[in-house]
């Protein structure tokens, strides 16, 4: 092992939970490590904040335990600062002994279908990260659709198809700002069609934001029993896993009760393959669908038989993708940092960069929840420990705790810090409260930045 008389010093970029339980694991490690978080929001948590649905309180919640983290010396939090942007990757490496990239994922991925760019037709991820209160994204939004279409049948599917098919007064609860308030008010869908094109046993769905979907007394929940079918490949898909088990019996349950007396109709049509986006005058008029057929080994084939529904809108949610950081390898085809399940490597498959790790969705691409992050830093951590043990960390040329934020002030950047996410917490409590809300959410970027970096509220 390598002695060195000073703190290993690792830049970790992307305060999301990736980040956050990387930062955690590295502080916790025998080791004297220091860790710098580096964030591009002014405030941290990812998706926590930017992703999970307003009316998911608990999961947001995790945010609380994330707090242990954040409030330890060892971590510094440096939000307001894009990586590759204000400063760059070979810059961080004069700084840090290794880097570690928790970037992950923000964009919608493309659905290659006629008419998918028509005015109406949106990634779910706009539509997540207005609702959100996410600066980077559009502060109103048009709902005027009666009829939506949800293209995708899984949790983020789910939650644009709750979110259209509830009130507004609903959601007024949560911490959705009051842009987001104003454009959900108006909401006009009285009926929401999700669409995926294989059977239950293939859903992507978790059963608890399936079932979740009943607890709305607004919300009636519709399958057809048509759409309730099985192969050999599908049943064993069932038995080999007691979720997707689940899942298809909460769908079999939709199926064969009685209609729910409630306004809003949310149907979940399966075995319909969107195959083209309607329009006229490049608006959405609907969307039109292939029926399938399962193909005994649980993939489907197209019968032919096409339907027009009469949508006005439509939210593709097929998925999440990275964005390359310039000056790190990117792997084009699979939108993920090409690795070794923790190094970064020079190219799928190539030798790795010495010093830079990956973890989090930007490793293993936009699959699973928070809880996954957790023991995919444990295996991205322990490779950056087990070469800082064997030597092979290279020293910075600038390993001073202070030499970052005298870089950074230098070039004027208004870094925020943990200090101020307590304020910016704070200021969104104090807006929530008279309302009897746990928080309202500060949505302009330069206010969030206000609240900051303002005079100190809480000693630490
Ligand atoms: C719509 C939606 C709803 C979800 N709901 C749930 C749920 O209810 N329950 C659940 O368990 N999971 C849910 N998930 C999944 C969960 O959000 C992810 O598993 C988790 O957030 C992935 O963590 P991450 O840290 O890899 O990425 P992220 O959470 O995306 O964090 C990455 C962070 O890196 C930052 N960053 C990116 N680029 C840079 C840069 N160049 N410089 C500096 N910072 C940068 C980003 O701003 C972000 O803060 C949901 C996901 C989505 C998309």
């Known amino acids: 092992m390598t002695e060195i008389s000073r703190p290993l010093r690792v830049a970790v970029i992307g305060a999301g939970p990736a980040g956050i339980y990387a930062s955690d694991l590295l502080i916790k490690s025998d080791l004297d490590v220091h860790v710098d978080l580096f964030e591009q929001m002014p405030a941290p948590f990812g998706l926590i904040r930017y992703g999970v649905a307003p009316d998911h309180p608990r999961i947001k919640g995790i945010v609380k335990s994330l707090h242990n983290v954040l409030d330890k010396p060892q971590l510094r939090l440096l939000g307001n600062i894009e990586v590759g942007k204000d400063i760059t990757v070979d810059e961080l490496r004069q700084y840090y002994d290794a880097v570690v990239f928790s970037t992950g994922a923000v964009a919608d991925r493309d659905l290659n279908i006629p008419g998918i760019d028509a005015e109406g037709s949106w990634?779910?991820?706009?539509?997540?990260?207005?609702?959100?209160?996410?600066?980077?994204?559009?502060?109103?939004?048009?709902?005027?659709a009666k009829s939506a279409a949800v293209i995708g049948v899984g949790n983020v599917g789910l939650d644009v198809a709750r979110i259209l098919a509830k009130t507004g007064e609903e959601l007024k609860v949560t911490e959705i700002p009051d842009n987001v308030y104003e454009s959900l008010k108006n909401n006009q869908a009285t009926e929401v069609h999700v669409f995926g094109r294989r059977g239950p046993?293939?859903?992507?769905?978790?059963?608890?934001?399936?079932?979740?979907?009943?607890?709305?007394?607004?919300?009636?929940?519709?399958?057809d029993p048509e759409d309730i079918d099985y192969d050999e490949a599908s049943e064993e898909a069932r038995r080999s896993?007691?979720?997707?088990?689940?899942?298809?019996?909460?769908?079999?349950?939709?199926?064969?009760?009685?209609?729910?007396d409630a306004p809003h109709n949310l149907y979940i049509h399966l075995f319909e393959s969107p195959v083209e986006v309607l329009t006229e005058n490049n608006q959405v008029v609907g969307l039109r669908t292939e029926r399938t057929k399962l193909d005994g080994k649980g993939g489907v084939v197209g019968t032919g038989k096409f339907t027009d529904w009469p949508?006005?809108?439509?939210?593709?949610?097929?998925?999440?993708?990275?964005?390359?950081?310039?000056?790190?390898?990117?792997?084009?085809?699979?939108?993920?940092?090409?690795?070794?399940?923790?190094?970064?490597?020079?190219?799928?498959?190539?030798?790795?960069?010495?010093?830079?790790?990956?973890?989090?969705?930007?490793?293993?691409?936009?699959?699973?929840?928070?809880?996954?992050?957790?023991?995919?830093?444990?295996?991205?951590?322990d490779m950056l420990i087990a070469d800082a043990n064997a030597g092979k960390l290279a020293a910075p040329a600038h390993p001073e705790h202070e030499a970052i934020t005298s870089l950074l002030e230098e070039r004027g950047i208004a870094y925020t810090t943990w200090e101020g996410w307590y304020r910016l917490d704070e200021a969104e409590r104090g807006l929530g409260e008279p309302e009897g809300?746990?928080?309202?959410k500060i949505v302009d970027w330069e206010e969030m930045v206000k609240y900051a970096k303002a005079v100190p509220v809480h000693a630490q």
């Open 201 to 223: 046993a293939q859903a992507k769905f978790t059963p608890q934001e399936l079932k979740e979907l009943d607890h709305s007394p607004t919300i009636n929940v519709v399958v």
């Open 311 to 381: 949508v006005q809108s439509v939210y593709r949610a097929v998925g999440y993708k990275s964005d390359p950081i310039e000056g790190v390898p990117f792997d084009e085809a699979k939108h993920v940092i090409p690795n070794d399940g923790g190094h970064v490597l020079q190219a799928p498959a190539a030798d790795p960069v010495p010093g830079l790790y990956a973890t989090g969705w930007i490793k293993r691409g936009p699959i699973g929840l928070i809880g996954n992050t957790k023991s995919d830093a444990k295996e991205t951590t």
């Open 241 to 260: 896993s007691k979720s997707q088990d689940l899942v298809c019996q909460l769908l079999e349950g939709y199926a064969m009760r009685e209609p729910k």
């Open 437 to 440: 809300r746990e928080r309202k």
């Open 123 to 144: 990634g779910a991820g706009e539509f997540v990260g207005f609702y959100d209160g996410n600066p980077r994204f559009e502060r109103s939004w048009d709902l005027s």
